[in-house]
């Protein structure tokens, strides 16, 4: 009777020894295994994921709305009213000068030709002259009378004077004529320059419109994508995502080991739990039902605790029985 007590303790004591090793290293690497494992652990990366993706969303479409509330101020009525001032300034310059343009072209054409009928006459001035002055030189040279020679120098002083006149003429039509000319060119260029900021003044509202256009465009597409990242992240964090689809039972390798079953009584010689049992086999089946791949640490413990009651129990009925 007490070689069976003792043997009874012995078993008793081996499953000490393994709930404690249970305890030791088996527990923790077993859970941190199934912890990776787990659908839990993978549907909470992807719900840490989808917030991350959430916040980012949320973060552009704010930069999104200081770009557009930047562009609606820049393209504000108040703004686009004093483009719309400066064009239309400049184009009323540019209209004036180009009518002035217009109108100092107009005579140009009868300047150009008062300039050609003065060019004519000072060449016809300065061809008699000439002539004159080569027949004094024919009468000289052919010994003509003085009487002659007089006269021809008369002519000469008299066609000079002519062609002087005409030149003065000629001069005075030429210098008409260029400044025309230019103030036809000051007019033209001052209607280019009034063009020129008349197409800059547009340019400006055209690019201030395009702008707001494009941001608007950017906000709509970030409050769109912000929408998306939020029901990404609300499906990810719903009861059905995080809870796992089919449950598990712990794996052989984490499974306590085999507690030894104390003595039966000396009345009945039939098993009897004790207390201690059956709160050992309660935990265990409570831990086969929670569908976690391995028991915790704590459980384990627990275990190892219920083990030590039941050695410690075999003991004192060996000392007993002895």
């Known amino acids: ?46 719900t840490e994921d989808a917030a991350t993706a959430k916040e980012r969303a949320y973060a552009a479409m704010q930069e999104a709305l200081k770009n557009l509330e930047a562009a609606k101020d820049a393209a504000s009525l108040e703004k686009l009213a004093e483009i719309d001032d400066d064009i239309a300034s400049f ?28 060019q004519a006459k000072y060449d016809e001035a300065h061809d008699r002259t000439s002539g004159l002055q080569a027949e004094l030189n024919k009468a000289i040279d052919d010994g003509a009378s003085n009487e002659t020679i ?11 004077r002519r062609e002087k006149s005409c030149e003065d003429d000629l001069h005075h039509c030429q210098r008409r004529l260029e400044s025309q000319k230019k103030q036809v060119q000051y007019f033209e260029s001052e209607a280019k320059e009034a063009k020129a900021h008349i197409d800059e003044e547009i340019a400006k509202r055209n690019a201030l419109l395009s702008d707001l256009e494009k941001a608007q465009a950017a906000y709509d597409d970030a409050c769109k994508a912000y929408e998306e990242a939020k029901a990404a992240a609300d499906k990810a964090t719903s009861p059905e ?19 030894a079953q104390p003595a039966s009584s000396s009345a009945t010689g ?4 004790s207390s201690s049992t059956k709160q050992a086999d309660t935990t265990a089946g409570k831990l086969a039902n929670t569908g976690d791949a391995a028991p915790s640490t704590i459980a384990l413990a627990g275990i190892a605790a219920t083990g030590l009651g039941i050695a410690t129990a075999a003991t004192r009925r060996l000392k007993n029985s002895k």
């Open 1 to 46: 009777m007490n070689e069976i007590l003792a043997r009874r303790a012995r078993r008793a004591t081996v499953g000490i020894a393994l709930s404690a090793a249970l305890v030791a290293g088996i527990a923790p690497a077993t859970a941190i295994a199934a912890e990776i494992s787990s659908p839990t652990g993978a549907v909470a990366l992807q």
């Open 91 to 118: 184009q009323e310059i540019h209209d004036m000068v180009v009518t002035e343009a217009a109108k100092r072209r107009e005579p140009l054409p009868a300047m150009q030709a008062n300039v050609d009928a003065a």
């Open 150 to 160: 007089k006269q021809l120098r008369s002519k000469i002083m008299s066609a000079e």
């Open 241 to 259: 995502i995080t809870k796992p689809a089919e449950t598990t039972k712990p794996s052989s390798s984490a499974q306590p080991a085999e507690t």
């Open 270 to 273: 039939k098993y009897a739990p």
